[in-house]
C-alpha cells in the first residue's frame, strides 16, 4: 500500500453522488442554449422538440386579450403539454422567450433583410426579453414561471448594423433581435438589465429552485 493512503473499506459505496433524483426529464426545445444551461448545472435529460404552430399560439393568445409580456408563457406551456402528451411519464420542460419593444413582438428574423430592419428598429431603444418556462407531466402543467431583461442598445448606423452582419452571417437569424449578446452581439449594447441566463432563455436559477422543492436535486 503506498504511503499515506487509507486502505478501502469493504461494503462501503465509494461511487460519487448523483445529483438527479427525479423521473426523467425531458426539454421540449431544440435551442442549444437552454440545452447548454442546463447540461452545465450538471443534469442528465432527453430532448423532444415541441410539434407546434407557435405563431398560431400566438394568433390566438393576443386575439384572446393576452397582454405581448406574457406570450412568452403561454407558448413555453404550450410547449411542454404538447411534448407531455407523448412522455406522459416523464419531467417535461418547456420553455420560450419573447421579445417585445413597446407593445410590438418581434421574431426570429427570415433573412438578412429582415435582421437588417429589426436592428435599425432596435437601435438606441430599450426592449425587453421575456424568458418563460413550464413544467409538466402526465399532460397537466405543474409549475411556470418567467424572468423579464432589459436591454438597451446603443446607436447604430447603416455601417455599423452591415458590418455586424456581415461579421455575424447566418448566427444572426438564429435569435430574436438579430444578436446573441453572448457572441457578437454583445457590441451592439450599451446597457443590459437582466441575468445571463434569462437572455439565452432560460431562468435557470428558478428553474433549479423549484426542482430543489419538489425533491428532484441533491444538492
Not at 68 to 79: D, M, T, V, Y
Not at 133 to 155: I, K
Request: charged content about 20%.
Amino acid at each position: 500500500m503506498p504511503i499515506n493512503e487509507a486502505p478501502v473499506k469493504a461494503g462501503v459505496d465509494h461511487s460519487p453522488p448523483r445529483l438527479w433524483l427525479g423521473p426523467r426529464l425531458v426539454l421540449a426545445s431544440r435551442s442549444a442554449g437552454r440545452a447548454a444551461l442546463l447540461s452545465s448545472a450538471g443534469l442528465s435529460f432527453a430532448t423532444d422538440p415541441a410539434r407546434l404552430d407557435e405563431r398560431a399560439v400566438e394568433e390566438e393568445f393576443l386575439r384572446a386579450g393576452g397582454a405581448p409580456a406574457a406570450l412568452a408563457a403561454s407558448l413555453a406551456r404550450a410547449k411542454a403539454l404538447e411534448v407531455s402528451g407523448r412522455n406522459p411519464d416523464a419531467l417535461c420542460l418547456g420553455a420560450d422567450q419573447t421579445l417585445t419593444l413597446e407593445a410590438s413582438v418581434l421574431h426570429k428574423p427570415r433573412d438578412m433583410a429582415a435582421a437588417e430592419r429589426h436592428l435599425q428598429l432596435l437601435a438606441g431603444r430599450t426592449h425587453q426579453l421575456a424568458s418563460a418556462f413550464c413544467f409538466a407531466r402526465g399532460g397537466e402543467a405543474l409549475f411556470e414561471e418567467s424572468e423579464v431583461a432589459r436591454l438597451t442598445m446603443r446607436p447604430l448606423d447603416t455601417r455599423a448594423i452591415k458590418t455586424y452582419l456581415a461579421l455575424a452571417g447566418e448566427t444572426a437569424l438564429g435569435s430574436v433581435g438579430a444578436y446573441q449578446v453572448e457572441g457578437l452581439g454583445a457590441h451592439l449594447f450599451e446597457e443590459i438589465d437582466g441575468d445571463h441566463a434569462t437572455i439565452v432563455g432560460l431562468p435557470l436559477l428558478k428553474v433549479l429552485a423549484w426542482l430543489r422543492l419538489q425533491g428532484y436535486l441533491a444538492l
